[in-house]
């Protein structure tokens, strides 16, 4: 059983780095495909990225690319989201997700963290 956490997020100025951590309390996770997710208030949730099991591919929202990476430690059953250059425009809630498949919508995905709140202050 996948078991999601987040970890992370907080308060941060705007140009400012943060990375997002989900760990498998299960220890499962490194035989999934994880994503990360985020959703602003009132917005739908959207894709961010999302990486294989191995980390050898990885999967990205063109718009973020350039200032987020997607990695992973097997070892630790951890996903790490390292965000760079932060904008008021990525508050949101970020959510990991896991399933055996890659996918860049929601309803691919079929376990779910509880997420964590990034802040970017401007």
């Known amino acids: 059983q996948v078991q999601l956490v987040e970890s992370g997020g907080g308060l941060v100025q705007a140009g400012g780095s943060l990375r997002l951590s989900c760990a498998d309390s299960?220890?499962?996770?490194?035989?999934?495909?994880t994503g990360w997710f985020r959703q602003a208030p009132g917005k739908e949730r959207e894709f961010v990225a999302a990486?294989?099991?191995?980390?050898?591919?990885?999967y990205y929202v063109d718009s973020l690319k350039d200032r987020f990476t997607i990695s992973r430690d097997n070892a630790k059953n951890t996903v790490y989201l390292q965000m760079n250059s932060l904008k008021p425009e990525d508050t949101a809630v970020y959510y990991c997700a896991a399933d055996l498949r890659p996918g860049r919508t929601p309803e691919e995905y079929d376990y779910w963290g509880q997420g964590t709140q990034v802040t970017v202050s401007s």
């Open positions: 299960g220890r499962t996770l490194r035989r999934y495909v």
């Open positions: 990486i294989s099991w191995s980390g050898y591919s990885t």
